[in-house]
């Protein structure tokens, strides 16, 4: 079934293709028919917000298909992008668990399918399969990861274009590309957002790449960088 | 993880403020079956940055300075754990090495248990399992809290926030 936003929509876990590959999906047929119990299927378009920071959790989001863009916010308005939630992730988790606020807004950056759990049935669901209670502590050691990598990150990089060379490397490093000569990155996101994920301006970014290009470290070709020369991108971040 | 300054001794099953408090009777006692208790100096890295994780570790009494670090070796603190913390926890989970150094800020008295050892109680006991969920709810709660701190007030030059 197609949704208005052109996604394919998988109405039942039990039947999805991809579900093995996905560390929280992939559980035991119990589990996985008490889960699609209690699951909601919903798709959403581009810029739709799952939840905001600060709001009180309602549930889970597992992200079927799409990329969600998980943010924090300071009262002045100035946004740090933590990091784009890929398929497979849990979103809303540790709120969900804690019952604190969630700590990050959710925004989609594409069209997205999404699996709601109420929060209370979510719990339950826990407390029931053991299984799914190792999954979902594995899923939280690796935001806890991911969030200590963000804070070494923002807290030891000197400057922005040390930080904007990291980002680079995080991203080539990703769906084959890492032992590539010269990796190739799908840029999905503006200046802007870019500068919010190294917290720095939309004109410093745009500087940084004039730069790396006029050095031909990197290279674009529409929206996909290629990485023409990664040792010299590796200086720049451990400098 | 360095050496302590006195090895093992045997634990009493005591229902404390520790993390697992709430665990039936039954389940705490296997917990404490699974420790062995040394006293460790202060400055004592309990493990590093980039180690493997084999055990996880809960401070009896004691202040833990947990910090990461750059290749250039400049450090900056995360966060001082508490007594009673269980350290290590998130890598010993997920078999991912050590996302921070652990050092210890006073002498201490530090109980371990090896990893294998929590996974298998982890799955004999589902309510220490739904424990542990919280657990690392908790610490990433806290991570990120300190990720807006340097994140969102980070002026050009970067500040004093515990950097070394």
Sequence with gaps: MLSPYGLDIVESC???KTRT???FCNLPAAALQSFENIKFASAYPKGAVLFVEGQSPRGIFVLCKGRVKMSICATNGKTLIVKIAEPGEVLGLSATVSGK???LTAETVDPCQVNFVKREDFLRFLKEHSDACFRVAEQLSAKYNMACHEVRSLGLSHSAGEKLAKLLLDWSSRNGEATKQEPRVKIALTHEEIAQMIGTSRETVTRLFADLKKKQIVQSRGSTLIIRNKAALKQIASD | MESA????RPQSVERSEGPFCHLPDSALRDFELLKTSALYRRGTN???????????????QGRVRLSVSAESGKSMTLRIAQSGEILGLSAALAGTPHEMTA????????ATIQRKDLLCFLHEHRDACLQVVNLLSQDLHMAYDRVRCIGLTRSRRPRSLGVH
């Design chain 2, 103 to 110: 050092e210890l800020l006073e002498d201490a008295e530090v």
């Design chain 2, 46 to 60: 309990l493990f590093r940055e980039g180690q493997a994780a084999q055990q996880i570790f809960i401070v009896d």
């Design chain 1, 21 to 23: 590959e996905r560390l």
């Design chain 1, 101 to 103: 606020p969630y700590e």
């Design chain 1, 14 to 16: 039990l039947t999805c």
């Design chain 2, 5 to 8: 300054l006195r090895p093992n």
